[in-house]
């Protein structure tokens, strides 16, 4: 079970919050959650060959339109998805890291292909091992490259995190 | 099939004595270093080459000279290939620039320096096109480790429980 | 060595400043939905004309090349495949004819007519998406979402025959993975009537569309003088009118026993790769009609013990099988010393493969002569002087696959 930083009790011992924040607190949540998780905005970071499961995952025959997570927003601004489709280089890493931190709160990494998770079978001087060497991935799809079914795993499994997460909105304990 | 355009090019352009043959269907002539710009010149305005397709090199680490620089022609008239081969020692690997002949030489060569070091004289750019600004050492090389990374982001601190694990 | 984490352009562009009065200097890509990913332009820019470019690749150098050193000629056929991504079957079938060649193999009749028409099925995938791309890069979603389709029955096709819908890693030294499965023809028939139904509404929407036509006529223009200078071959040649085609000019496989047309362009712009592309689809499927009838039956492996694997029933039964198969996997096919170089007509041009062997079951060199990279040494020629939002469709039109173009 992983641990999300988010996930972790604002007072682990009980604390000085009462019992109806906590209630409202949770119910927060799971609104919330449960709005994010249905309409993310994907930044598709597409290098290589996963880039061609990538179109078949958002065109008709898998769409993730039915996640709401169908419409790229080409701007790291204004995205909350970072997928990273296909090999990053050690030349791209800084692109990436860029990307990534002009992307504004909440925001979740996906990496997608093994190439992206751990290099791939590029373990040489030019293949970043992995983009978790640079920035925090919260779902590994692993493939070469996956098929589609696999990927909606994947964004299945990241809204179910969304959902189980904490989203502080207001300020950082609510 | 490409013999009776082979012979007059052998004739030109190994009319030292140079090693001269075809091999696979490919005409290929070992030439000297100084004499390799006349030889593309010749090729391409004498004897109809007209798309120069690729340059690279071999590194035989161990011979002396240790770089062997490798040229392909084409000719879409006669529909037949012609490969330029030429040596050049470690200490001086330096041949001369096709950019004058052909505008494809430019990538091609900017590439060949990057991966083996070789120069192009008379190629004013050769900045690194696959490899990035700051990398040191020229990766295909023999001598050069296929595992050794020079990262341009230094790597994130790792946290045990951002890993995940149970 | 580790650089300042804060640089983000680990490249130097030909130039920063401008000294014309008013120019913009802006940095397209290397992370851009247009530029296919990997590839930054520098652009110098006047309003909304592009004065001067400078291209640059090199964002997906994987190391291809070094990594080939350290696997045997069998091991790196996956390496291969992931070159151009779009069409792998024809990278595979393109490096193993080289070795096949130097080795001095001869494949047998139905491999032959196999490679051919699973290289040209392969062509329909990398055309359908090249085209879908740069539609759906102009607004024309439809046409990219009806292309696709077509182009996931074919992956879904060759997932049937090969195991994975993308990069197949199909081919062998010698001949194939494995056999064709049932009614695999019949579904191929299918779907080559589910293509033309498709295509025939994608160029009813866009052929003569005044906004498409606006867009791409006389954009990006190219000339059969200027192309060959840069070493353009493939469609874009052709879409100079130069009807230059390795399928016909030194032909290879089976290519010289069929009957197809090469399609050539009037002007070299971006309408003409765009119809050339279309055209050479219809040619493939007309091959692909043409070769279904002609596969005969036969085994897809040459008996040669020096690269195909024996059967698993001898390999357990005989000694001299079983260190056969053990020295295929743990050495490689020894391949004997020499070079040689040679090309297949890929999707985006002349695919060229050229090896140097010692003697050993693991290459000396590998090197790929690729289209792509090529073709992105002379864009500059097909975006100077044209407008800023041109770039979009004459990139698009280019077809650079990353994988192919920084190997």
Known sequence: ?174 | MGAEVFEPITASLASGGEEAGVSHGILVVNVAPSAVEAAARALRNRFGFDVFLDVTAIDWIGQSPRFEVVWHFYSTEHKVRVRLKTRVPESAPTVASLTPLYGSAAFMERECHDMYGIGFAGNADLRPILLYEGFEGHPLRKDYPKEREQPLVPYRDWVASERGGD | MAADPRIANPVRPAFVTSDREGSVIVSIGPSHPATHGTIQIFAELDGERIVRTDVHCGYLHRGFEKECESHTWHNLIPYVDRLNYCSALINDFAYVDTVERLMGVEITPRCKYLRTLLSEYSRLADHLTCVAASLMEMGAMTAFLYLVMIRDYIYEHLADLAGARVTYSYGRIGGLARDLPDGWLKRLGEILEQYEEFIGRVHGLVDRNRIFIDRMRDVGVLTTAQALDYGYTGPMLRSTGAPRDLRKDTPYLAYAELDFEVPVGIKGDNYDRYYVRMREMDESVHMIRQLMDMIPDGPINVDDRRCTFPEKPVVYGEIESLINHFKLVMEGPRVPAGEIYFAHEAANGELGFYLVSTGEGVPYKVHVRSPSFVHMGGAHLMLDGYQLADLVPTFGSINMIGGECDR
Request: hydrophobic fraction near 40%; charge should be positive; charged fraction near 20%.
């Open chain 1, 1 to 174: 079970m992983t641990m999300d930083p988010r996930t972790i009790p604002i007072h682990p011992e009980g604390g000085t919050k009462s019992a109806a924040f906590e209630y409202i607190s949770t119910k927060k949540d799971e609104l919330v959650g449960w709005a994010r998780k249905f309409s993310i905005f994907p930044y598709p970071f597409v290098t290589a060959c996963c880039a061609m499961e990538f179109m078949a995952v958002s065109s008709s025959p898998y769409d993730t339109d039915r996640f709401g997570a169908a419409l790229p927003r080409f701007s790291p601004r204004q995205s909350d998805l970072l997928m990273v489709v296909g090999t990053v280089t050690h030349k791209q890493a800084p692109i990436l890291l860029k990307v990534y931190e002009q992307m504004c709160e909440p925001k979740w990494v996906m990496a997608f292909g093994v190439c992206a998770t751990s290099g791939g079978f590029y373990q040489n001087y030019a293949a970043l091992p992995g983009i978790d060497r640079v920035i925090p991935v919260d779902i590994y799809i692993p493939g070469c490259p996956p098929r589609p079914e696999t990927v909606i795993d994947g964004i299945m499994r990241l809204q179910d995190k969304i959902a189980r997460a904490k989203h502080p909105i207001i300020t950082k304990d609510f």
